[in-house]
């Protein structure tokens, strides 16, 4: 939006969805913690979970051929072209379009790792421990991505989803679990083990896929 | 409204809702399992493993 729109519009929509989200995660947090610690860990597992295979559902059609790998350069250039022809509507000063689509981009995407936070901060019993993890994390990464950025741009985003997708999904079952009333075998020193088992299964059926007659060669 | 659920019911359910109804399903038949002296860790993984299989059958035939 920025390159295409203008900075103003994108950077004070960008400023109201943090703005947004950080009341959202001061709401939510403290009310995680009243919550008893086997209906959250019910809860987050489930929701985890099934957000975890919708990760690994993607990415394992893509990496077996089932479905195209994005070809980012091209959705990029796709956007942008669509962003620059868009009709020019004024509010309040701003140009409406470039602030809605940066305010609801970073809205979304920052619900979506607000959630995972909460989530794992919540149900280790330390939310503050979380955040700060999740921000060492950001300052990591844009640091990181300055620093190597060309080899870094070479890692295919589908190995990433992969392994996001592989990581929710093993959470996902182990909280889930636990809180269903389970008992691992081992308590925690399961979790490597659960881990093990869902990466095996998803490289099992990317090979499985890949030996059908694939929709995208 | 209306755009309002859509967008939760994509955030939370996506693609395939069977995948997340398997997985409900599952959690009941844990909590259930638990409540006996059988062992219930083993229920999670294995329908894990069958409702993605199945899900991906769908994409794939």
Redesign the interface.
């Known amino acids: 939006m920025g390159l295409t729109r203008g900075w103003r519009p994108a950077l004070v929509g960008a400023g109201a969805a943090t703005i947004a989200l950080a009341a959202i995660v001061a709401a939510l947090g403290p009310a995680l913690t009243v919550i008893p610690i086997e209906v959250l860990r019910l809860v987050v597992g489930a929701l985890l979970l099934v957000f975890g295979l919708q990760w690994l559902r993607k990415a394992i059609l893509r990496a077996s051929g089932w479905r195209a790998i994005r070809d980012e350069n091209a959705v990029f250039a796709r956007e942008r072209a669509e962003a620059a022809s868009a009709p020019r509507v004024e509010h309040a000063g701003l140009d409406w379009y470039a602030f809605t689509i940066s305010f609801k981009g970073v809205l979304l995407e920052g619900l979506e790792v607000a959630f995972i936070v909460l989530t794992f901060g919540s149900t280790q019993g330390s939310i503050p421990l979380a955040a700060l993890g999740a921000g060492v994390a950001v300052v990591l990464v844009v640091l990181t991505g300055i620093v190597v950025r060309e080899p870094l741009g070479r890692v295919p985003e589908n190995t990433l989803a992969f392994a996001v997708g592989v990581m929710l999904t093993t959470f996902g079952i182990f909280w889930g679990a636990e809180g269903a009333g389970v008992d691992w075998p081992g308590d925690d020193a399961a979790l490597p083990g659960v881990l093990v088992f869902v990466l095996l299964i998803s490289l099992g059926f990317v090979t499985a896929l890949r030996r059908r007659k694939p929709a995208f060669a | 409204m209306k755009r309002f659920a859509r967008f939760w019911w994509d955030?939370?359910?996506?693609?395939?809702w069977r995948?997340?109804a398997g997985?409900?399903v599952a959690?009941g038949l844990?909590?259930l399992l638990?409540?006996t002296p059988i062992?219930?860790?083993w229920?999670?993984?294995l329908a894990?493993?069958a409702?993605?299989?199945l899900?991906?059958q769908r994409?794939?035939r």
């Open positions: 955030f939370v359910v996506g693609d395939d995948v997340a997985i409900l959690f844990t909590a638990a409540t062992p219930a860790w229920v999670l993984p894990v493993a409702v993605l299989w899900s991906l994409v794939a």
